[in-house]
């Protein structure tokens, strides 16, 4: 409903419902709308034609305000101007460490809409394109042609950065209207990515085949969500070579260079990462499924979503021993979760090693900004020692070395 409406005239979203890494809450960001979740009745307490202020900042909903809060919002929203037009003065700057560490900042993207500025946002690439978002806005199957001139928009728009497209990731709370919906009791653990793909290898099929002929010429990087074996990531990869066979066979262009991967967002996969690191091209780690299931806590749940910090040592640790794994073996790693996008757990994952995120296109400003004023070398080593020593929330303790080392967070 949320891609339903139009972009302009929505300045906020209000929820009943919701939680902070729910998908409704992702495409609010993506689209640099504030939103506000968990408000019982709260459709009740507003009427039409009311004024309301939303701070997404504060989670804070305001409803008829008086002329005072107006004066003071209409500071705070010119304070936020001021810190946008910081933002684009460091634009074509390089996200580069204060001690020399060029770190890469992508864009997380589903809609041609978050693409729009691409040129404007000064990001490396696209580190997650999730290829279901235009499927959810449609009231039918893409076929492989529609699927194609959309990739090949997706590719104009980046203008010759790299573009790393995930496949279709239905299921889930991700509906299709008109696809098959399994009645799982679990439906983020149920029959959804890829498992979807095992027993509906046409789906998947067709898509790599326009992802393939979308891309040629070009770089074709793709990747397979929800990976729990490696069998599955070479069920992929098997796909994806029958599709480059195909064209090759037709005759038609292929893209200049083709790289598979897997993202890291079931926990099993950890115990694989030996075997795993042999067959992929690049890993790139999703936070949210992945400590959700870590955790057992579901993302799209409010009541246990704040239980589990991801600044603690255990979600920090895992995070070090897949950095320290692919380091080792050469593997080209990313973070594309939205735990990147804030800049202080984005400044915990430098420290544990991740040098390449992937964040909601109004999070690169501020990632740019913090990148550019830590020194790398004493933050992994106070990292190092925090995470060995320390138990509990450790956000509190990565704040003041923020503030006491100038960090802008
Ligand atoms: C993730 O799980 O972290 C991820 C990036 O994928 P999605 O949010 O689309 O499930
Ligand atoms: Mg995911």
């Given at each position: 409903q949320l891609l339903d409406y139009h972009r302009g005239p929505l300045k906020a979203v209000v929820l009943e419902e919701g939680a902070p890494h729910s998908h409704v809450a992702i495409v609010a960001r993506a689209l640099d709308v504030p939103i506000v979740g968990q408000l019982r009745d709260v459709a009740?307490?507003?009427?039409?034609?009311?004024?309301?202020?939303?701070d997404g900042d504060h989670a804070q909903v305001l409803v008829r305000p008086s002329e005072?809060?107006?004066h003071i919002y209409r500071r705070s929203l010119l304070a936020r101007d001021a810190r946008r037009a910081r933002y684009v003065a460091v634009r074509h700057l390089p996200p580069t460490t204060r001690d020399g560490v060029r770190v890469s900042i992508n864009v997380n993207a589903g809609l041609l809409v978050d693409l729009q500025n691409f040129a404007e946002l000064g990001a490396d690439g696209v580190g997650?394109?999730?290829?279901e978002v235009p499927f959810m806005m449609r009231t039918d199957l893409p076929d492989v042609d529609s699927q194609r001139e959309l990739y090949e928009a997706v590719i104009a728009a980046v203008e010759g950065k790299p573009v790393i497209f995930r496949t279709l990731d239905i299921g889930?709370?991700?509906?299709l209207p008109y696809w098959e919906q399994a009645e799982d009791e679990n439906p983020a653990m149920g029959w959804r990515a890829i498992r979807v793909a095992f027993d509906r290898p046409a789906l998947l099929r067709q898509q790599l085949q326009a992802l393939v002929q979308a891309t040629a010429g070009h770089e074709l990087s793709v990747m397979f969500p929800m990976i729990a074996t490696c069998e599955e990531f070479?069920?992929?990869?098997?796909?994806?070579?029958?599709?480059?066979?195909?064209?090759r066979r037709c005759g038609r262009p292929l893209p200049t260079r083709v790289r598979c991967g897997a993202m890291l967002e079931v926990p099993a996969l950890l115990y694989q990462l030996e075997p795993l690191l042999a067959d992929i091209d690049f890993l790139s780690v999703g936070t949210n499924d992945l400590f959700q299931f870590l955790f057992a806590s579901d993302r799209g749940s409010y009541r246990v979503s704040h239980h589990y910090d991801v600044l603690s040592p255990v979600p920090l640790t895992v995070l070090r021993t897949v950095a320290e794994h692919c380091r080792q073996r050469g593997v080209?790693?990313?973070?594309?979760?939205e735990m990147a996008g804030q800049p202080l757990d984005a400044m915990a994952l430098l420290g544990v090693g991740f040098e390449d995120l992937s964040v909601a296109p109004p999070a690169v400003g501020p990632l740019k900004e913090m990148v550019r004023s830590l020194a790398l070398t004493p933050l992994k080593q106070?990292?190092?020692q925090l995470t060995s020593r320390q138990h509990?929330?450790?956000?509190?303790?990565?704040r003041a070395y923020a503030r006491d080392h100038d960090i802008v967070i």
């Open positions: 009740q307490r507003i009427e039409p034609g009311d004024l309301v202020i939303v005072d809060v107006r997650l394109y999730r290829t889930g709370d991700k509906v070479r069920f992929g990869r098997r796909l994806l070579d029958q599709a480059l066979a195909r064209e080209p790693l990313g973070l594309c979760g106070f990292l190092d509990g929330n450790l956000r509190p303790i990565l």
